[in-house]
C-alpha cells in the first residue's frame, strides 16, 4: 500500500510542477504571423514601451520563463573566489605552426572542475593569430573531440561516448586515431586565423555526455553529486552545454593575451541551441550565431514544421528541464516563443542561419524568429528595419546587427557559412558601439 502511496505523491509532485495554461494572451498573439509582436507584450498584459521596460521586467520575466519551463536553471556553483578553488588550468602542450602564411599559436588547456570531492576533467583547443593583439575569438563546442578538429598529434581524442556519423571513424562509439581531423571542415582554420581571428573549441561531451544516464555524469554529478532530487525546473543537458560555453569565455579572459578580445559564441544543431542559451544567459559572449539550430534553438514552435517539442522530448528528454515534456503536443500552449530567446540577446549583435534543404530544422521558422526579434532590436536601434520576405538559397541579409543567410545544402556549417561569419563579427564587433 504504502509503496502506492509513494508512487502517487511523486506523480502530484510532477504535475504540481508544471505551469497552469491561463490564457495569459489573446488567441491571435499564439499565431506564425509576422506581423503580431507578442514579444513586447508582457505576460500579464503590459506593454512594453521603451529598452528600460525591456530590461527592467520583460527580459527578467522571459528568462525565468525559459529557466522554469525550456531549458531549466543553471545552479550557481561558485563562491566569490571560484575560480581560484573550483577550476586549475595545465597547459598540455603549446605548438606553432602557419596557415596560408599566418603565424598560429596553438595551446591544449586542461580545466579540472573540483567540488565537494568531486571531478569534471574538460579539454580546451585554443587558436591564436600570432600578429594579431586581442583577436576576436570564435568560442565553440565541438561534437568528436578536439582530435577530430584538426590533424595536430597534440589534439586530446576524446574518451567520450560519441554519436555515429558519416567520416569519423569510430569503435563501439569511441573515436579512434583514424578520426584524426576527420571534422577539419567544421572549424576552417584558415577561414577564421587567416582573417585574423581566433578559436577556442572544447568536445561537448566534457561538460555532460550526450547520452540520458540520469544526470549522474558530467557538469550535473559536478554540481549536484551522485545521489540527488531533481526538481521539475532543473537543468539539462543544454543549459550544461551553455555553461561549459561559459567556462571557455571565462579562461579567455585569464589569457593575457585574450583578456581584451572581443568574442562570438557559435554553436552548429543542438549546440547551436547550446550558443543561444549560453548567450541569453552570459552578456560577456559579444556576438551570438545560431547555426541550423532548430526546434528549442531559433526556430518557432507555432510553424509545427519539422522537429517540434513532441519529437525533441522523446528523442531527447534530457536536453530540457522536465516540465518542458508538458507541453508535448500543446506547443502553441507555451507562453514563449523563439523570437522571445533571440531577443535576450539584444543589443548585442545576433546572426542566424539556415540551410534550404534542412526541413528539420525549419528554415523559416528560424528566419520568422529573427523577423520577430528585431521589434526589441528596435529599442536600441530604431533604424533597425526589414520586411518579410525569405531569403532564396545563398541569399544573406545584414541589417545593423542582425544577420541571416540561408545556405545552399541539408543540415551543416560549412567553409560558406564560416566565410560570413567571420566577415560579419570584424564588421559588427570592430565598431565603436559594440
Known amino acids: 500500500m504504502y509503496k502506492y502511496f509513494g508512487f502517487a505523491l511523486f506523480i502530484f509532485s510532477f504535475y504540481a510542477c508544471v505551469p497552469t495554461y491561463e490564457k495569459v494572451h489573446e488567441e ?68 606553432t605552426f602557419y596557415v596560408h602564411g599566418v603565424p598560429v599559436l596553438h595551446k591544449e588547456i586542461k580545466a579540472r572542475f573540483s567540488r565537494r570531492g ?49 567520416g ?72 550544461a552545454w551553455s555553461w561549459g560555453l561559459s567556462e571557455l569565455q571565462s579562461y579567455l579572459q585569464l589569457e593575457e593575451v585574450t583578456r581584451g578580445s572581443k568574442t562570438a559564441v557559435i554553436g552548429h544543431s543542438r549546440l547551436g541551441k547550446a550558443a543561444l542559451w549560453a548567450g541569453a544567459l552570459d552578456n560577456r559572449f559579444d556576438l551570438v550565431i545560431s547555426n541550423n ?37 500543446k506547443d502553441t500552449l507555451l507562453l514563449v516563443d523563439q523570437e522571445m530567446l533571440l531577443a535576450l540577446i539584444a543589443p548585442r549583435p545576433l546572426y542566424v542561419a539556415s540551410a534550404n534543404l534542412d526541413s528539420w530544422a525549419d528554415p523559416k521558422g528560424e528566419y520568422t524568429s529573427l523577423y520577430k526579434a528585431q521589434f526589441v532590436y528596435q529599442l536600441y536601434y530604431p533604424e533597425v528595419q526589414f520586411e518579410f ?30 566565410e560570413r561569419y567571420v566577415a560579419f563579427a570584424k564588421k559588427s564587433l570592430s565598431s565603436p558601439s559594440n
Open 28 to 95: 491571435n498573439l499564439r499565431q506564425v504571423d509576422p506581423k503580431t509582436i507578442a514579444l513586447l507584450r508582457g505576460f500579464h498584459g503590459e506593454v512594453v514601451r521603451n529598452s528600460d521596460d525591456w530590461e527592467k521586467w520583460r527580459r527578467p520575466e522571459i528568462l525565468s520563463y525559459y529557466e522554469q519551463y525550456v531549458f531549466g536553471v543553471r545552479p550557481e556553483f561558485e563562491p566569490k573566489d571560484f575560480r581560484k578553488k573550483m577550476v586549475k588550468y595545465n597547459v598540455l602542450s603549446i605548438d
Open 389 to 418: 520576405n525569405m531569403l532564396k538559397k545563398r541569399e544573406q541579409m545584414e541589417v545593423g546587427p542582425l544577420a541571416y543567410h540561408l545556405r545552399e545544402g541539408d543540415h551543416e556549417i560549412l567553409a560558406w557559412d564560416w
Open 168 to 239: 569519423v571513424k569510430t569503435k563501439g562509439h569511441r573515436v579512434t586515431e583514424a578520426s584524426s581531423g576527420t571534422k577539419a571542415y567544421r572549424w576552417p582554420l584558415d577561414i577564421i586565423i587567416g582573417n585574423g581571428c581566433g578559436l577556442i573549441t572544447a568536445h561537448y561531451a566534457d561538460f555532460d555526455p550526450d547520452v540520458n544516464t540520469g544526470f549522474f555524469d558530467g557538469a550535473h554529478r559536478l554540481a549536484d553529486g551522485s545521489i540527488h532530487f531533481r526538481k521539475s525546473n532543473a537543468w539539462g543537458s543544454i543549459s
Open 293 to 329: 539550430s532548430g526546434c528549442a534553438g531559433a526556430a518557432q514552435f507555432r510553424t509545427m514544421v519539422g522537429e517540434d517539442i513532441e519529437k525533441i522530448t522523446d528523442r531527447f528528454p534530457y536536453w530540457f528541464a522536465r516540465n518542458f515534456q508538458a507541453f508535448q503536443g
Open 118 to 166: 568531486r571531478h569534471l576533467n574538460a579539454y580546451y583547443a585554443l587558436f591564436l593569430p600570432l600578429d594579431v593583439k586581442s583577436p576576436i575569438v570564435f568560442v565553440g563546442l565541438n561534437f568528436f573531440g578536439n582530435s577530430t578538429i584538426d590533424t595536430l598529434k597534440s589534439l586530446t581524442q576524446t574518451k567520450h561516448y560519441v554519436m555515429k556519423n558519416e
